[in-house]
Structures are given as structure tokens and as C-alpha cells.
């Protein structure tokens, strides 16, 4: 599992991995082609689509995907990425 972060508005709360446009829902409504999933070690991701045709677009190179997602990745609580998957239509167990 990982770590516990910690979120202003949820408290201690599982992490989960999403790009910005993904994070800034709340206050920019649905993005395009919203992409939620759990990756390999368990963990919540969502990705808009911009963003998932982005990583796909870098295959091989994984440098260059690392710092793409390093930019525009952003971490919040699980919580948090629940809201945001449901101002996307979608709902997260
Ligand atoms: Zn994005
Ligand atoms: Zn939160």
C-alpha cells in the first residue's frame, strides 16, 4: 500500500496519482477522455486524455515520460480523487 498523505481537507488518507487537469476538476469542471485506473503496486491513477496520449506517445523513453509526468503529476488523497473522478462521471469503490 502507499504511504498516507496528508490532505488539508481529508486529514491522513491514502495517496493516489493524478495529472493536474485531472486535479484542478474541482474547480474546472470534467476534463476530455478522464482515464481512471489502478497501476501495478495498487494504487488510484487517473489521467486526462491529453495526458494519457502523451505517456503512450513517449514508449521506450522512459526519461522523457518520467519528466513529463513529473510535471504535470500531482498527488492527492484518495478522498479527493474520488471527487474528482465523480465530477467526471465516474465512481470510484
Ligand atoms: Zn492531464
Ligand atoms: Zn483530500
Not at 6 to 29: I, L, P, Q
Not at 56 to 66: C, L, T, V, W
Request: aromatic share 8%; glycine share 12%.
Amino acid at each position: 500500500m502507499p504511504d498516507p498523505i496528508s490532505c488539508d481537507r481529508h486529514g491522513s488518507n491514502t495517496g493516489t496519482y493524478v495529472c493536474r487537469h485531472v486535479a484542478a476538476a474541482k474547480r474546472d469542471g470534467p476534463v476530455d477522455g478522464f482515464d481512471a485506473f489502478i497501476d501495478e503496486e495498487g494504487n488510484w491513477q487517473a489521467m486526462c486524455g491529453a495526458c494519457g496520449d502523451t505517456m503512450i506517445g513517449f514508449k521506450g523513453d522512459d526519461e522523457a515520460r518520467d519528466a513529463f509526468a513529473g510535471e504535470v503529476g500531482r498527488l492527492i488523497c484518495l478522498d479527493c480523487f474520488r471527487e474528482a473522478a465523480a465530477i467526471n462521471g465516474v465512481e470510484i469503490p
